[in-house]
T-cell receptor, first 113, second 110 residues
Framework: KAGVTQTPRYLIKTRGQQVTLSCSPI?????VSWYQQTPGQGLQFLFEYFSETQRNKGNFPGRFSGRQFSNSRSEMNVSTLELGDSALYLCASSEGHMNTEAFFGQGTRLTVV | GENVEQHPSTLSVQEGDSAVIKCTYSDSASNYFPWYKQELGKRPQLIID?????GEKKDQRIAVTLNKTAKHFSLHITETQPEDSAVYFCAASDDYKLSFGAGTTVTVRA
């Protein structure tokens, strides 16, 4: 079974630009969640999608948005990038509810210059 | 919302000794408590988890305990080995959100 795949692995963007990150979950998994990881801050929850519906959202500004497609693949978009958005963005997939094992992708390293 | 606090932030142990990491959570609705290990440059991976109807769970050298009344849970690693060096994250989850602690960097000294 293929694992969770995130693309691209690395991105360098300029302040003010926007970026779209992609996450393909494990086959059969319907829940995809997104996290921002920065040194010393751990993993901060961004949002979670299940069957194309956002079920929960973390405390991030509206510049951060996401969506999920009918095949469970998910995208995350960040508009008007700021230097502080530089981080590792991880997605995780699970079978259903968030009280089951979440499998993480390798992450997308975003650098904003 | 859920708030998970994790201590200590760094932990250095001699090979063969035990390591203990403690976490507290705030939301009594949380019912699932996983622990993830993240090695340098790699993705977080689940090492053990416990549900709210269980007080303790063990898997070889790793054990987790949960005190629902006090809202805290702990990870115990016995007979530590160099390959146990990593960042460990605790988390608490209800059905829709997984909230992580800030992480503990564990270094096992040979």
């Amino acid at each position: 079974k293929a694992g969770v795949t995130q693309t691209p692995r690395y991105l360098i963007k300029t302040r003010g630009q926007q970026v779209t990150l992609s996450c393909s979950p494990i086959s059969g998994h319907r829940s995809v969640s997104w996290y921002q990881q920065t040194p010393g801050q751990g993993l901060q929850f961004l949002f979670e999608y299940f069957s194309e519906t956002q079920r929960n959202k973390g405390n991030f500004p509206g510049r951060f948005s996401g969506r999920q497609f009918s095949n469970s693949r998910s995208e995350m978009n960040v508009s008007t990038l700021e230097l502080g958005d530089s981080a590792l963005y991880l997605c995780a997939s699970s079978e259903g509810h968030m009280n089951t094992e979440a499998f993480f992708g390798q992450g997308t390293r975003l650098t904003v210059v | 919302g859920e708030n998970v606090e994790q201590h200590p932030s760094t932990l250095s142990v001699q090979e063969g000794d035990s390591a203990v990491i403690k976490c507290t959570y705030s939301d009594s609705a949380s019912n699932y408590f996983p622990w993830y290990k993240q090695e340098l440059g790699k993705r977080p991976q689940l090492i053990i988890d416990i549900r709210s109807n269980v007080g303790e769970k063990k898997d070889q050298r790793i054990a987790v305990t949960l005190n629902k009344t006090a809202k805290h849970f702990s990870l115990h690693i016995t007979e530590t080995q160099p390959e146990d060096s990593a960042v460990y994250f605790c988390a608490a989850s209800d059905d829709y959100k997984l909230s992580f602690g800030a992480g503990t960097t564990v270094t096992v000294r040979a």
